[in-house]
């Protein structure tokens, strides 16, 4: 998985609960993505992040923040989880933007109840 | 608002067989058109992609083809194999502006190849 992990890999947890995910590279990758994938929808984008402390937000953003501080780890947080949140969530990286190939994590299944 | 349409949803077809899937995308700034495969349990990964200036792109077995006036490209699985069953993406960005690199997915196509 292109020197991408993603912790943790299950989560449960209850609604109205923070969540945070966390997506580590090695790859020293400039452009990290979080995207969400749910049965009928394909992998929507969540937000992403073109450096460090540089974000902006994706097509289904509500509900979630992001922060980068460091170029190697990208955290997602579920600010007060939903049931609607329940979903597998991947990171992805990219050497630039120029539309090159995105490298995706192994992913994190999340089950908010 | 789904701005790239993929079928069918489900695939299944004999070992030595063509898989087809298609793509249909409504806006013309996409200029950009991957698609990714994703087995059960894993990450989507990069399997072909191919720009509006070329109609079709080979690799092996698998080949896109691409027609810009009827804004529709298609994945051809040639010979698919047992090996091939998992879930297919096609996916499209455009060069320019804030969306610059941002991929948008069409729904999946699960592809089963029967021994």
């Known amino acids: 998985d292109a020197g991408i992990t993603q912790s943790p890999r299950h989560k449960v947890t209850e609604t109205g609960t923070p969540v945070t995910l966390r997506c580590h590279q090695t790859?020293?990758?400039?452009?990290m993505y979080w995207y969400r994938q749910d049965p009928g929808h394909g992998l929507r984008l969540i937000h992403y992040?073109?450096?460090?402390?540089?974000?902006d937000k994706g097509e289904v953003s509500d509900g979630y923040s992001v922060s980068r501080s460091k170029t190697e780890d990208f955290l997602l947080t579920l600010e007060s989880a939903t049931s609607s949140q329940t979903s597998v969530y991947f990171c992805?990286?990219?050497?630039?933007?120029?539309?090159?190939?995105?490298?995706f994590g192994p992913g994190t299944r999340l089950l908010v109840l | 608002q789904q701005q790239v349409k993929q079928s069918p949803q489900s695939l299944i077809v004999q070992k030595g067989g063509i898989s087809i899937i298609n793509c249909a995308y409504e806006?013309?700034?996409?200029?950009?058109f991957p698609w990714y495969q994703q087995f059960p349990g894993k990450g989507p990964a990069l399997l072909i992609a191919?720009?509006?200036?070329?109609s079709e792109k080979k690799e092996g077995r698998f080949t896109i083809s691409f027609n810009k006036s009827a804004k529709q490209f298609s994945l051809h699985i040639m010979d698919s194999q047992p090996g091939d069953s998992a879930t297919y993406f096609c996916?499209?960005?455009?060069?320019?502006?804030?969306?610059?690199?941002?991929?948008?997915f069409g729904q999946g196509t699960i592809l089963t190849v029967h021994p």
């Open positions: 992805a990286i990219s050497e630039s933007q120029s539309q090159e190939t995105q490298y």
């Open positions: 790859e020293n990758h400039r452009y």
């Open positions: 992040s073109y450096g460090v402390k540089d974000t």
């Open positions: 191919i720009r509006p200036d070329v």
């Open positions: 996916a499209a960005s455009k060069a320019g502006g804030t969306s610059y690199g941002k991929l948008t």
């Open positions: 806006n013309t700034a996409f200029d950009y």
